[in-house]
């Protein structure tokens, strides 16, 4: 990996899932703070999930020092073709025309479920949520026509778009998509504001000195900045952060923490 080229260093990926993130980041926030031990970590246990699994032991933003942002990725909602909506309006207007749409998500406390959370509450609409146990399931029920809609990842949804078995309405970030470049976002449809992603970023715990911490943000920006990892990154539908600081980071942390702590409150939205 790049990072690894940059740090001259060998870099051991390990991965311990679970909890939607939180077992790999409880475990970075209780090791040695040395600059060994490094979280790639998203939104969910950098933000969200404090507001989702009332056991998580760990403070994101007490427990951990932020090195910096990757980027971000957009969801799409896309519908199946027999859904008369070529556009958000068209389709907030089924909703409250009476008609009964369900958004499935690759699970409860997902980015994907919280898309359609925030969907529902700034529309006004009150489509049901299904939740699934991953992507997969979700999208192939979409793609049978079992459900209506689905809130997944650009990358995911892009055969499927390409092909005509799934129409795509809006892509959920702010900017639009580039590997979506045409379908508008849904902020721009009547809803701004509109704003749902998942976010990357790089962070060591807490009383890791500044030095390592400076070494690895040196480290992360320069791998970024090298053309073979931005082409691939943004081939993946991310969404690069214009700014690699610490500061960056934890203002990204923060807001949406706040944000989605008032959606939640709100929808009621809660992980498995």
Known sequence: MLLQEVLGQTVVVENRAGAGGNVGAEYVARAAADGQTVLFGTSGP???NQMLYPGQTYDPLKDFAPVG???RIPNVLAVHPDIPARSVAELVALG???RALAFGSSGNGASSHLSGALFNS???TRFEHIPYRGTGPALN??????????FTDVLT???HIQSGRLRALGVTTAARS?????????AEQGLPGYDASVFFGLVVPAATPAPAREALRRALEGALRQEAMRRFLESQGMQLAPEVTPAALSAL????AARWRAVIRETGAKAD
């Open 46 to 48: 950098l933000a969200i």
């Open 69 to 71: 942002p990757l980027g």
């Open 96 to 98: 409250k025309g009476g």
């Open 122 to 124: 700034m529309a006004g």
């Open 141 to 150: 029920d979409v793609l049978a026509g079992h459900i209506a809609m689905v």
């Open 157 to 159: 949804a892009l055969p």
């Open 178 to 186: 580039a590997v979506l470049p045409e379908t508008p976002t849904i």
């Open 253 to 256: 942390m923060a807001s949406e």
